[in-house]
């Protein structure tokens, strides 16, 4: 396995070398960071050198005088190029689950697909291809940076299995290694150090997108508390680019709430803090980040799939941005995200006024708000504000929309309203992550892409197959937190005999 490390160590530091890259002719969605808004450039030009992006025109400047010499001149006339989009919170190796699990519940997702319920049945092949894949429907998509709560991490051999698929699939990716305590295969965190400091020291790292993270979910409010300071020592001897952790207070019971990270004094530090979900954040706990500079992680398919719900983080969006997490059950692509929870917070702030018998005089959220969300917030929340724009210096992670040829967006004026409300997927015609092709004119370019399909559509079958046999758990009583277990109201579309909910066509 060491020499799987390094040799795709090798090969991901082959790739990133990229020849230099102008666009010229398309309408460019930069970014001003002296007053943190978005500057859309008409007709404009953007050149790309090595991974970086080296000078943005409009068509009042001159030409440039000179480009290096392998410079590819690409012609984006009638096209939108935006920054990639960020995911900052992302499960990418359950791709094999996809529609298995439509109609599942949060309570059926711990008994039947998380961690703890697939390290029995996923081997190590299992979970390379299925981190693979679920990397490049992502990249498909336009999203060229994720933060991936790795929590794949149940033996050495399937840590190593997603991380190697992590690097090969050259998106950039703050994989972070989840310490958890898999009791039924005796793999608990003092076996998972030794695991971890391997990984972070082998050079896997060493000229690739991917860079190493933390994720830990036993923060509060009763941690083991020696466990929760030996992985503090880890991030900060290791100086992890990223600490993650499922926050889901309220009835739901897994806190890991602002105020138990900061227990371990985890906020103040150089390190960003990323709350996943944050459903049941606390006011003292909104000002903590705040304070801090953490930020939560707003995944709107997830939290209303599940029904986590977000009663708080429509007031938290200074502090927020977007993530997707199980795109086995729903869209794996942020536009989606971005455009659910546009329309969510319209509705919530409206309703605030209809409530009280009034009528809404403006619209509560823009469409400028949400591209922001989707792209420069997960930059900040990541500390990386080279991230998620387009300007001189930051890093070349761009994608070109098919803006001349889409009927979704035929007849667009505002690009930012084309993209967020308009656009689809399969807009997508370029993406590029640092300064590199992934996905070019609408194929994507990994080697050996066909195989690498084969191959996982053989493993989600062997996978889907056990779950098929798999028996569903009943709900009846109390949970361990107290809280009883009720069925809400069935949804009923059908007249007659029945609840008319329908089955699940998986046979």
């Known amino acids: 396995m060491r020499t799987t490390l390094a040799l795709a160590a090798v090969l991901a530091g082959t790739v990133a070398q990229a020849a230099s890259t102008l666009f010229w002719g398309g309408t460019i969605i930069a970014f001003d960071s002296d007053n943190e808004s978005l500057r859309v450039i008409r007709n404009g030009s953007l050149l790309v050198v090595d991974d970086r992006i080296a000078a943005v025109h409009d068509d009042s400047q001159s030409p440039y005088n000179s480009v290096p010499a392998d410079t590819v001149n690409i012609d984006v006339t009638g096209q939108i190029i935006t920054p990639g989009f960020i995911d900052t919170h992302r499960h990418s190796w359950q791709t094999a689950y996809k529609t298995i699990g439509s109609n599942t519940t949060l309570l059926e997702y711990f008994s039947r697909y998380g961690e703890y319920a697939a390290a029995s049945s996923y081997r190590p092949e299992d ?73 972070a020291e082998s050079g896997i790292f060493d000229n690739t997108t991917t860079e190493l993270g933390i994720a830990f979910d036993s923060w509060g409010p009763n941690p083991d508390v020696a466990e929760a300071e030996q992985i503090v020592h880890l991030a900060h001897q290791y100086n992890v680019s990223v600490v993650t952790t499922h926050c889901l207070s309220g009835p739901w019971g897994f806190n890991n709430l602002p105020e138990d990270v900061q227990r371990f004094d985890m906020l103040n530090g150089t390190i960003p803090v990323v709350f996943s979900h944050a459903s049941f954040i606390t006011a003292q706990g909104a000002e ?32 927020a941005a977007l993530g997707v997490d199980t795109h086995f059950t729903y869209s794996g692509d942020i536009l989606t995200q971005a455009r659910l929870w546009l329309q969510s917070v319209r509705y919530y702030f409206s309703w605030g006024v209809l409530q009280d018998w009034g009528l809404p005089s403006r619209n509560p959220m823009s469409a400028d708000q949400a591209f922001k969300l989707a792209t420069r917030a997960g930059g900040l929340a990541l500390r990386r ?38 656009a689809n997927t399969g807009d997508v015609l370029d993406v590029m992550v640092d300064g590199k092709f992934v996905k070019r004119e609408g194929e994507m370019l990994a080697e050996n892409f066909p195989d690498t399909r084969a191959r996982f559509l053989s493993s989600a079958r062997r996978i889907q197959q056990i779950l098929r046999e798999k028996p569903y758990p009943d709900f009846e009583g109390e949970s361990a937190n107290g809280f009883p277990y009720k069925e809400p109201i069935i949804a009923d579309t059908s007249r007659g005999d029945g609840d008319g909910y329908g089955d699940l066509y998986v046979n």
């Open 288 to 319: 903590l980040l705040r304070s801090t500079n953490q930020y939560i992680s707003i995944t709107p398919e997830s939290e209303m799939h599940y029904g986590h719900t977000h009663p708080h983080s429509y007031m938290l969006q200074d502090q």
């Open 385 to 422: 504000p080279d991230l998620g724009v387009i300007q001189v210096g930051a890093k070349a992670d761009l994608v070109v929309w098919n803006a001349r040829k889409s009927l979704s967006m035929v007849g667009w004026a505002d690009p930012v309203a084309a993209v967020i409300l308009h």
């Open 127 to 199: 979970v390379y291809l299925g981190q693979l894949m679920g990397l490049y429907e992502a990249l498909d998509g336009g999203v060229t940076t994720l933060l991936d709560h790795a929590h794949h991490t149940w033996s050495n051999a399937t840590a190593y299995a997603g991380l190697n698929a992590t690097v090969e699939s050259g998106a950039r990716v703050f994989w972070s290694y989840a310490f958890h305590n898999i009791s039924s295969l005796n793999y608990t965190i003092p076996q998972q150090i030794p695991n971890f400091r391997e990984i």
